[in-house]
C-alpha cells in the first residue's frame, strides 16, 4: 500500500527519476544484479518514495520493461500505418531500431535483458506476449506486401522471422560493441538486402558493408 505522498517533488518527477535510474542500472547490471539501494540513490530519493510509486523491485521492473516494449511497438505501429509502399514501410522500422540503439542504448540494454537472461532470474514476464507487440505488425507488413506483389518466397510469418533477425542482430551487435554504427544508410541497404538475397548478379542491387569497426 503506497504511503504518503512526497512533498518535495513535482508531480511525476520523482517517478522519472526513480524509471531512469533504474533503466541505467537494470540494463548494465541485470535484474539480479541491481538493489533497491542503488536505484534511488541513483535517483536521488529516499526509499519511502519508491514505494509510494511502485510495490517493489519487481514492479517497477516489470513497469519499466512494459513501457519500453510498448513506445517500441506504438512507434512501429505509426510506420505501419503510413500510406507508402510496403518496402518504405520496413525501412522506417529499421531505422527507428536503430536509431533507439544509437540514442537510447540502455532501453536497448533493457530489452536485450529481457530475452536473454537466463531462465528463471528476474520477474516473471510474458516475453511471449512482449515480443508479439512488434513482431504482429511487421508480419501485417509482409503479409500485404505479398498480397500486393511486393514480396515472395515464403509466407507472412517467415518473411517477418528473416527479416526482424536481420534487424535484430545489428542491433544486438551494437550492445555487444558500442563503437558499431547503425546508420540510416546501413537500414536501407538492409532491406534491399532482404528484398534481393545474395544470389549472384553482375550488378548487386547493394553492397553492405559491415558496421563494425576495422
Keep these: 500500500m503506497a504511503g504518503p505522498a512526497p512533498e518535495s517533488q513535482t508531480a511525476n518527477e520523482a517517478e522519472n527519476k526513480l524509471l531512469d535510474s533504474a533503466l541505467r542500472l537494470f540494463a548494465e547490471k541485470g535484474y539480479e544484479g541491481t538493489s533497491i539501494r542503488e536505484i534511488i540513490e541513483g535517483a536521488g530519493v529516499t526509499r519511502p518514495v519508491l514505494y509510494y510509486y511502485f510495490e517493489n523491485k519487481e514492479d517497477l521492473f516489470s513497469r519499466l520493461v512494459e513501457a519500453q516494449f510498448k513506445g517500441l ?5 505509426e510506420v505501419k500505418r503510413q ?29 536485450l535483458q529481457v530475452f536473454f537472461s537466463p ?20 508480419e501485417d507488413i509482409m503479409f500485404e506486401g505479398l498480397e ?6 515464403g509466407d507472412g510469418q517467415s518473411l517477418a522471422l528473416v527479416f526482424q533477425g536481420i ?27 532482404f528484398l534481393a538475397g545474395a544470389a549472384h548478379r553482375a550488378t548487386p542491387v547493394t553492397n553492405l558493408i559491415s558496421p563494425y569497426t576495422q
Excluded: W, Y
Design 83 to 111: 500510406p507508402v509502399s510496403c518496402v518504405e514501410r520496413l525501412k522506417g522500422i529499421i531505422k527507428i531500431e536503430f536509431s533507439l540503439a544509437e540514442t537510447n542504448p540502455d532501453a536497448l540494454g533493457l530489452i
Design 73 to 77: 511497438a506504438t512507434s512501429i505501429e
Design 148 to 153: 500486393k506483389g511486393e514480396f515472395s518466397g
Design 167 to 193: 534487424m535484430d542482430m545489428h542491433v544486438m551487435a551494437k550492445s555487444n560493441r558500442p563503437e558499431t554504427v547503425l546508420t540510416s544508410e546501413l537500414a536501407e541497404s538492409l532491406v534491399e538486402f
Design 119 to 138: 531462465p528463471g532470474q528476474g520477474p516473471a514476464l510474458d516475453k511471449e506476449k512482449l515480443a508479439h507487440m512488434r513482431f504482429k505488425h511487421i
